[in-house]
C-alpha cells in the first residue's frame, strides 16, 4: 500500500510542475481531456493488476494524469471565470477538495470491507467518462503560446526537488525511518531546490514563471498561506490517530466523528462569499486563521463538545482554504494564469507532503516530552502535537498583515481597489 501511495505522489512532484507549458503548447482541452484518459485508462490497469510491481507501474501512469488534472483543469476554470466570479467559482472547487479527503477513507473502507478494493479503481471509470465528455463539451481548446519551448533543465531540477524532499516527508512519517536516508534526501532536496529557483529566475522560458511572485496577493497566499495549508494538513493524520490510539475508539467510531469536519466544510460553503464580501480577504484571513488552531481535546471531553470542536474546525478550514485559494488568483493577470496554477499546485502538493511530516514529528515532541516511545503514546503527546501545529498555523497568518485592507477587493467585492 506505501509503495502504491509513494509512486503515485511522487509522480504528481515530477509533473506538476509542466502542466502549465503543456497547457499552454497544446491547449486546454487536450490536455485535460487527455488527463481524464490517461487517469482513467490507468485506474482500469491498476484494478486489473496482479503483482506488486505492475501495480507500482500503473500508479506512475495514473500520477502522470492526476498531474495535468488538476491543475490545467483549475486553469480552465480561472481563464473562463470573470474575476467577479472568481470567489464563487473557487469556493465549489475548494469545497469539493476538501470534502474528498474526508469522506474517502470511510468509503474506501466499506468498499474494501463489503466487496473488493479493486473497486475504488473501477469506480473512476464512469466518472472519467463522464468528465472526458464534458470536456470535450465545454472546455475551449485555447492556447497562450504555443512556440512555448519546453524548459529540460528547469523540470529535471524541479522533479529531483520535489521528488527528494516530499519522499523524505514521507519517510518522516513512518515509525522506521531511516534517518541518514532521510538527512540525504533533504540535502539533496534542497540543493537541486537552490539551483532550480536561480534557473527559473534566469531562463528565457521557465518551465514554472517565478515572475508571478512579483504580485503581492499571490505570493503572500503562497507564502504564509503555505505555512496554514501544512497546518491543516496535519488533521487528518493526527485525528483518526488521537481517536484510535490516545482515545480507545475503534476505526467505525473514529470515521463518524470526522464526518463533522465535512458537515462544517459544508455549511460554510453556503456563507463564504457573502462573509467575504462583508469583511474583505484581509481581516477573515487574519481573524479566521487565527480561530483555526484546533482546540485541546482530551479523552474525557464529552461526545458532543468533541463534535462541536471539528464541526467548527470544518466551517474555518473550509472558509480559509477558499479564501487563500481566491486570493491567490485574485490579481494574477490571464497571461500569467498558467505558471500561477502550475506554481499553485506543486506547492499544494509539498505542503500537503510536508504537513503530514510536521504532525509525525510534532507527535514524537510530544513523546520526548513525556519520557516514553510510540508504543505507549497518550492523549498528552497529541495534545503537545496540536499545539506545535497550531503555531505553525500562527506563524503563516503573521504574513497576512502585509496584505492592504483592500487586496483582492475585485474578486471579494468588498471596498474599491486603488486607482
Request: charged content about 10%; glycine content about 10%; hydrophobic content about 55%.
Amino acid at each position: 500500500m506505501s509503495l502504491g501511495i509513494t509512486a503515485y505522489l511522487l509522480t504528481l512532484a515530477v509533473f506538476i510542475p509542466i502542466s502549465g507549458w503543456a497547457a499552454d503548447r497544446f491547449g486546454l482541452r487536450t490536455v485535460f481531456g487527455s488527463a481524464i484518459a490517461l487517469f482513467t485508462a490507468a485506474s482500469v490497469l491498476c484494478a486489473t493488476t496482479s503483482t506488486l510491481p505492475a501495480f507500482a507501474v500503473a500508479r506512475v501512469v495514473q500520477g502522470i494524469g492526476g498531474a495535468m488534472m488538476v491543475p490545467v483543469g483549475r486553469l480552465a476554470v480561472l481563464r473562463a471565470t470573470p474575476k467577479e466570479e472568481l470567489m464563487r467559482a473557487i469556493a465549489i472547487i475548494t469545497w469539493l477538495g476538501l470534502v474528498a479527503p474526508v469522506i474517502g477513507p470511510p468509503l474506501g473502507g466499506f468498499i474494501t470491507t463489503y466487496s473488493s478494493w479493486r473497486w475504488i479503481f473501477y469506480l473512476n471509470v464512469p466518472l472519467g467518462l463522464i468528465g472526458l465528455l464534458l470536456t470535450l463539451r465545454y472546455v475551449d481548446n485555447a492556447r497562450e503560446d504555443a512556440t512555448r519551448r519546453f524548459d529540460l533543465p528547469g523540470f529535471a531540477l524541479c522533479g529531483i526537488a520535489c521528488t527528494t524532499l516530499l519522499y523524505a516527508m514521507e519517510l518522516i512519517g513512518r515509525n522506521d525511518a531511516d534517518w541518514t536516508l532521510v538527512g540525504m534526501l533533504v540535502a539533496a532536496g534542497v540543493i537541486a531546490g537552490i539551483t532550480s529557483w536561480r534557473h527559473l529566475r534566469r531562463a528565457a522560458q521557465p518551465v514554472v514563471d517565478l515572475s508571478v511572485l512579483q504580485v503581492k496577493t499571490f505570493a503572500v497566499a503562497m507564502g504564509g498561506g503555505s505555512l496554514f495549508r501544512i497546518a491543516i494538513s496535519t488533521a487528518p493524520f493526527l485525528l483518526p490517530l488521537m481517536f484510535q490510539v490516545g482515545f480507545g475508539m475503534n476505526a467505525f467510531e473514529s470515521g463518524l466523528l470526522t464526518l463533522a469536519v465535512f458537515a462544517g466544510n459544508l455549511s460554510m460553503k453556503l456563507v463564504t462569499t457573502p462573509v467575504m464580501r462583508r469583511f474583505g480577504f484581509r481581516p477573515v484571513l487574519i481573524v479566521n486563521g487565527v480561530l483555526a488552531a484546533m482546540s485541546l481535546l482530551t479523552p474525557t471531553t464529552p461526545t458532543l463538545a468533541i463534535v462541536a470542536v471539528l464541526f467548527a474546525s470544518g466551517l474555518s478550514r473550509s472558509l480559509q482554504f477558499t479564501a487563500l485559494n481566491t486570493l491567490s488568483f485574485a490579481d494574477v493577470p490571464k497571461a500569467q494564469m498558467s505558471g500561477a496554477s502550475a506554481l499553485s499546485s506543486t506547492l499544494f502538493q509539498m505542503t500537503m507532503g510536508i504537513g503530514v511530516a510536521v504532525g509525525a514529528i510534532a507527535l514524537r515532541i510530544g513523546e520526548w516530552l513525556h519520557e516514553h516511545d510510540a508504543h505507549s503514546i497518550g492523549p498528552n503527546d497529541f495534545s503537545v502535537a496540536f499545539l506545535i501545529v497550531a503555531f505553525v498555523g500562527l506563524v503563516g497568518v503573521a504574513d497576512l498583515f502585509g496584505l492592504s485592507r483592500d487586496a483582492g477587493a475585485l474578486v471579494s467585492g468588498h471596498g474599491k481597489p486603488k486607482a
